[in-house]
């Protein structure tokens, strides 16, 4: 994953390293790196201010020409997208489910995203993830839209062994809601995810309908499922969705795919709302919390 975003900070690394660190040198090398990020996904403002902020620090640095100058540019590289990644202040959701333990209240998590982008699944491998995590959680289907969501939301639910609460197809999305974190009170389960019906911006009678659910449910954090393999589009489809409700955080699936590696850093910049799971493959196992550590060395090590 990520090998064309790589290849790019390779370039650049190896064009720069024999030259003398000075602003004619650099100009051609930077303006090459920052194509290739656009090339793969990241967003052109994002793209300019990695060249801009690696251009400050390589030539605002004494550096004696007997040192590691690769190591040193390999550096600059890292603490720049480091700072990108930071921007959207990530936080980890197993501490959040501790935080409203002890208020003896279950975490509210309402999962939205467009059609196609592995909603329904990502929401079985989140469950998967709390309960190998030792969290009760539950699933509520507020998909009562699509033909075979139930069914779906079931069997994935039934793999990790988690309780789904539903409703009739077309009955009143936000009565599941309700019905799902009343069950989750009384018995004390730890966390609750909603799973909504996929929609298309454009549509507004749904994205009303995803207003109500959100009013309902009051969630502590509304989470966008984007797939990594649409890059740049993925932050517009949280912006447009961000004009009609909230959103916290966001979830990439098909990470293990995605040969570009742009979206991350232009999500995670852009919307200024941190990326709290990257989807690494097929199996319910294959979710993990996105961690810039892991990133940085997915795309800079070489």
């Not at 720069?16 to 052109?44: G, H, I, P, Q």
């Not at 100058?69 to 959701?93: C, G, M, W, Y």
């Not at 009303?208 to 502590?220: G, H, L, Q, Y």
Request: hydrophobic share 40%.
């Amino acid at each position: 994953m990520f090998e064309k975003i790589k290849s790019g900070f390779q370039a650049f690394v190896k064009s720069v390293k024999t030259k003398e660190l000075n602003e004619k040198n650099v100009k051609e090398s930077l303006e090459e790196l920052k194509l290739a990020l656009v090339k793969n996904d990241v967003a052109y403002s994002v793209a300019q201010k990695i060249s801009d902020d690696v251009k400050e620090k390589i030539l605002g640095t004494r550096i004696d020409r007997g040192s590691k100058i690769e190591a040193f540019l390999k550096d600059a590289i890292t603490s720049t997208v480091r700072e990108i990644l930071q921007v959207s202040k990530p936080f980890n959701l197993l501490d959040k489910v501790k935080g409203k333990s002890e208020q003896d209240a279950p975490l509210v998590l309402v999962f939205l995203g467009v059609n196609g982008t592995g909603k329904t699944t990502t929401i079985a491998k989140v469950a998967n993830y709390f309960k190998k995590n030792g969290v009760t959680c539950v699933i509520g289907a507020a998909d009562t839209f699509r033909a075979g969501a139930l069914e779906q939301l079931e069997k994935h639910a039934n793999n990790v062994g988690v309780r789904v609460i539903k409703h009739e197809y077309k009955s009143d999305p936000s009565s599941v809601v309700f019905d799902t974190i009343s069950h989750a009170q009384a018995r004390h389960i730890k966390v609750v995810l909603i799973d909504t019906a996929g929609r298309q911006v454009i549509d507004k009678n749904l994205m009303r309908e995803m207003s109500k659910i959100v009013n309902v449910a009051d969630p502590d954090y509304v989470i966008y499922v984007g797939d990594a393999m649409a890059g740049n589009d993925v932050v517009s489809q949280v912006e447009t969705f961000s004009q009609v409700v909230r959103v916290d955080a966001s979830i990439l699936t098909k990470v293990d795919a995605d040969i570009g590696g742009g979206a991350a850093l232009s999500v995670a910049y852009l919307t200024k709302r941190p990326i709290v799971f990257v989807g690494i493959g097929q199996g319910y196992d294959d979710l993990q919390p996105f961690d810039a550590d892991w990133f940085l060395k997915k795309i800079i090590e070489f």
